[in-house]
């Protein structure tokens, strides 16, 4: 399998319970690698950007609003097949249907709080890694 990068976002309601640790300590002890981090706080129009596909959705205005609550985490994940095994141990965008054992399942909230963020295929992780990122901020 190949080393993939994939972009993971702790969101607000993960920074505003003081769990972001917690999360990672799940994502290390999935053999993910924290190559880059920071925290952020979005302003609207760079929420707005990022989540720019969601545009037309109904929920598009609430997620930029919850999105800029509160400081996020933005990092980039490295690991074998990174981005489909980060969506695995993430678990279902809804909670409700999340596995046990999955992040969502242990941490969120709801569909909207739903701690994580993770890249949806590998186009999209290069596109949302350099969103965040240049290449001087990522160290392997
Ligand atoms: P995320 O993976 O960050 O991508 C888009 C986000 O929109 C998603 O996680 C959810 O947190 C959020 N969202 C809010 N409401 C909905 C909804 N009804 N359906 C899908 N996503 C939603």
């Known amino acids: 399998m190949a080393l993939e990068r994939t972009l993971s ?3 607000p ?21 924290i190559v880059a ?17 969601h545009k037309e959705r109904p929920f598009y205005g ?8 509160g400081p996020v985490v933005v990092q980039v994940l490295e690991r074998d097949n990174a ?16 596995a046990e054992g999955t992040i969502r399942k242990m941490f969120a909230e ?6 994580v963020h993770g890249s949806d295929s590998l186009e999209n992780a290069a596109n949302e890694i350099a969103f ?3 290449g001087l901020e990522i160290v392997a």
């Open 62 to 69: 609430e997620l930029v609003a919850f999105m800029t609550s």
């Open 13 to 33: 309601d993960a920074t505003q319970r003081n769990i972001t640790g917690q999360i990672n300590a799940v994502l290390e002890n999935a053999g993910f690698k």
């Open 37 to 53: 981090q920071k925290r952020l706080q979005l302003s609207a129009a760079q929420a707005g950007a990022f989540y720019a596909v």
């Open 9 to 11: 976002i702790l969101k």
């Open 110 to 115: 709801s569909i909207e709080r739903n701690s």
């Open 132 to 134: 965040f990122f240049s």
């Open 83 to 98: 981005v489909a095994a980060y969506r695995d141990v993430m678990g279902a965008t809804n909670p409700a249907n999340a």
